[in-house]
Structures are given as structure tokens and as C-alpha cells.
Nanobody
Framework: QVQLEESGGGLVQPGGSLRLSCAAS????????IAWFRQAPGKEREGVGC????????YYVDSEKGRFTVSRDNAKNTVYLQMNSLKPEDTAVYYC?????????????????????WGRGTRVTVSS
């Protein structure tokens, strides 16, 4: 049974940083790609970034390039989302998601329907 568990969310001031973790069980991340999504109140879930295990490639939504970094530690079966220079508009519940396959689709990684397994999310609030 595949399970994903996010952690690391919380309250942070604008300009601050957070690192979110996504711990996987029931799956070996060496063979899975992992994506991060977020959903703000009243908005649709949007893709933030994706990490391939095949070649280490990563994809990001254009608006977050340079601020967000997805990394993985396959030995710990964990994927991370480092978020810097946080803004109030980054406030959302952040989710990790995965499906079988060791690469992110270059054209569809951002689509929620591409993923079979989801964590329950961790809340990030950016506010002074």
C-alpha cells in the first residue's frame, strides 16, 4: 500500500524559508517520480514541481522557478520541497503525489490527474 506523508508546514513570515518533506512508504522512490502541488483556499490544485528518479531531472511551474527546489533522498525514501523568499500568495496546503514510473512527464507533470497516490497535505501560511 503506497502512502505519502507530508510534513514541515507552518507559519512563516514573508521572505522566509521552509523545507517540506514527503516521506513515502509502500513504494521504492528509486522507481517513482514525485510531484508537489498546492491548493490555496478557493483555488484549484496547481503543480509546483516534479522530480524524476531516472535522471534526476526536475520541472517547475514558471512562476516558482528560482524560489522552489525539489530534491530527493532515495536512501530515506523522502522527497523535499525547499521554498525560499516566501510570499503571502504562497499560502496553501501543499501535497506530494506519485505514480509508477521513474520520470516526470515533461508535458503533463503539472496535471493532478496524472497521479495515483496523494498525501494528506501540510499547511503553509505566509504572513507577518
Amino acid at each position: 500500500q503506497v502512502q505519502l506523508e507530508e510534513s514541515g508546514g507552518g507559519l512563516v513570515q514573508p521572505g522566509g524559508s521552509l523545507r517540506l518533506s514527503c516521506a513515502a512508504s509502500g513504494v521504492i522512490l528509486d522507481y517513482y517520480h514525485i510531484a508537489w502541488f498546492r491548493q490555496a483556499p478557493g483555488k484549484e490544485r496547481e503543480g509546483v514541481g516534479c522530480s524524476s528518479s531516472s535522471d534526476g531531472s526536475t520541472y517547475y511551474v514558471d512562476s516558482e522557478k528560482g524560489r522552489f527546489t525539489v530534491s530527493r533522498d532515495n536512501a530515506k525514501n523522502t522527497v523535499y520541497l525547499q521554498m525560499n523568499s516566501l510570499k503571502p500568495e504562497d499560502t496553501a496546503v501543499y501535497y506530494c503525489a506519485t505514480s509508477p514510473g521513474d520520470y516526470c512527464s515533461a508535458y503533463r507533470w503539472w496535471a493532478p490527474g496524472e497521479y495515483d497516490y496523494w498525501g494528506r497535505g501540510t499547511r503553509v501560511t505566509v504572513s507577518s
